[in-house]
């Protein structure tokens, strides 16, 4: 199993620019979302989705696009980058047990610089 | 959502116990009770987590005490890989399955 992959693992974008950040994993997970984590700071949820096909908002959701069209890969997308969100940016995934998630798997993480 | 409280910063030393604690009054009767960790430079790792009952596993073991409105991640023996970020976070109450990371606890471990 590659577990949690992103794509890329550093990115220079100008403002105004977008892109898209990349996030599979092969573990069957229902659950996927997307962090950031700015210097010196603790995780902030951006986007989480329960589902192919369902995606909800987490405490940090502007400027942000995502999509979760197949189980494995749920793409974040920057609709037009600013230099507030240069941060790492990590994406997660996990089985849903009833109300909870059991232990959620991070990847690597992608390194983004707006300037 | 329900808030966790956790010490900015603990230190310890090398392969002796720790104890971190956890806050959390306003704990709801279907929140479960998960700890994560981060170490230097990495993405965070799930470490345990549980309901009402104490839960042990490899890494390290959980007390939640009788109330739920504290825990405590305990780590064995401490060594030097164990220095990280400790997260203790509450999810499933509100069914929404946002699972929010407060500031946590740095632990050092001294050698």
């Known amino acids: 199993n590659a577990g949690v992959t992103q794509t890329p693992k550093f990115q220079v974008l100008k403002t105004g620019q977008s892109m898209t950040l990349q996030c599979a994993q092969d573990?069957?997970?229902?659950?996927m979302s997307w962090y950031r984590q700015d210097p010196g700071m603790g995780l902030r949820l951006i986007h989480y989705?329960?589902?192919?096909?369902?995606?909800d908002q987490g405490e940090v959701p502007n400027g942000y696009n995502v999509s979760r069209s197949t189980t494995e890969d749920f793409p974040l997308r920057l609709l037009s980058a600013a230099p507030s969100q240069t941060s790492v940016y990590f994406c997660?995934?996990?089985?849903?047990?009833?109300?909870?998630?059991?232990?959620?798997?991070f990847g690597p993480g992608t390194r983004l610089t707006v300037t | 959502d329900a808030k966790t409280t956790q010490p900015n910063s603990m230190e310890s030393n090398e392969e002796e116990p720790v104890h971190l604690p956890c806050n959390h009054s306003?704990?709801?009767?279907?929140?479960?009770i998960h700890w994560y960790r981060q170490l230097p430079s990495q993405g965070p790792e799930y470490v345990i987590h549980?309901?009402?009952s104490n839960v042990n596993n490899r890494m390290a073991s959980l007390a939640i005490a009788e109330d739920r409105k504290s825990s405590t991640l305990i780590l064995h023996r401490a060594t030097l890989r164990d220095a990280a970020v400790y997260y203790c976070?509450?999810?499933?109450?509100?069914?929404?399955?946002?699972?929010?990371f407060g500031s946590g606890t740095r632990l050092l471990v001294r050698p």
């Open positions: 549980g309901l009402t």
């Open positions: 573990m069957n997970h229902e659950y």
């Open positions: 989705s329960v589902g192919a096909g369902i995606t």
């Open positions: 997660a995934s996990s089985h849903i047990t009833g109300t909870s998630v059991s232990e959620q798997y």
């Open positions: 976070i509450l999810h499933g109450g509100d069914s929404s399955y946002k699972l929010i």
């Open positions: 306003t704990i709801s009767g279907t929140d479960y």
